[in-house]
């Protein structure tokens, strides 16, 4: 099985833009979609991105994804921050029949 | 609206069973995959197990093989998760999820249900 490492933590101001890496240490990102998904304290994950860099409805385009093969990672990256966007953020992505979640990143505006 | 509501958590001794349920509304529940995802607290997420439209496939994380069970009732569109032999670390929010099998993707969510295993 493979590893999605996440930072622990970022934070950012209000309208800045921040980027949240997602690591796999094997196996090539490309091969398999990455999720994000968000969870604010008390409440179940949403979907903000999924295949990669698709957003469901609803979801602002002040959240965009992508991946990089080359440094074999995920990123999630939230512009024009707002105080609403704090949250936990994981990635998630898979491996034959195997789920598996990034560490999660705690996003602070301050 | 899609919804799902589970139910069945609690306090349970240690080797002790609990049977989760899940109760799905607002799709045709007997198209999709269905999944079990949990998250100890102040942990991250942990997927558990998956189970196929008819529940001719079922899959699950390494650390509950043998002792937790996915099932579903496609007539009650219900989802369910048969845990035995618990332990101290399988203390958790439940949650369950709608599979998109096709993305491997987790949409949505149920509130989840909080099983603790203390004695």
């Known amino acids: 099985n493979f590893m999605l490492t996440q930072p622990h933590s970022v934070s950012e101001s209000p309208g800045k833009t921040v980027t949240i890496s997602c690591s796999r240490s094997s196996g090539s990102i490309a091969s398999n979609y990455v999720q994000w998904y968000q969870q604010r304290p008390g409440s179940a994950p949403t979907t903000v991105i999924y295949?990669?860099?698709?957003?469901p409805s609803g979801v602002p385009d002040r959240f965009s994804g992508s991946i990089d093969s080359s440094s074999n990672s995920a990123s999630l990256t939230i512009s024009g921050l707002k105080t609403e966007d704090e949250a936990d953020y994981y990635c998630?992505?898979?491996?034959?029949?195997?789920?598996?979640f990034g560490g999660g990143t705690k996003l602070t505006v301050l | 609206e899609v919804q799902l509501v589970e139910s069945g958590g609690g306090l349970v001794q240690p080797g002790g069973s609990l049977r989760l349920s899940c109760a799905a509304s607002?799709?045709?529940?007997?198209?999709?995959?269905m999944s079990w995802v949990r998250q100890a607290p102040g942990k991250g997420l942990e997927w558990v197990a998956n189970i196929k439209q008819d529940g001719s496939e079922k899959y699950y994380v390494d650390s509950v093989k043998g002792r937790f069970t996915i099932s579903r009732d496609n007539a009650k569109n219900s989802l369910y998760l048969q845990m035995n032999s618990l332990r101290a670390e399988d203390t958790a929010m439940y949650y369950c999820?709608?599979?998109?099998?096709?993305?491997?993707?987790?949409?949505?969510w149920g509130q989840g249900t909080l099983v603790t295993v203390s004695s």
């Open positions: 998630q992505s898979y491996d034959s029949s195997n789920q598996v």
């Open positions: 607002g799709f045709t529940f007997s198209s999709y995959w």
């Open positions: 295949e990669d860099n698709q957003r």
């Open positions: 999820a709608r599979f998109l099998e096709w993305a491997n993707w987790f949409d949505p």
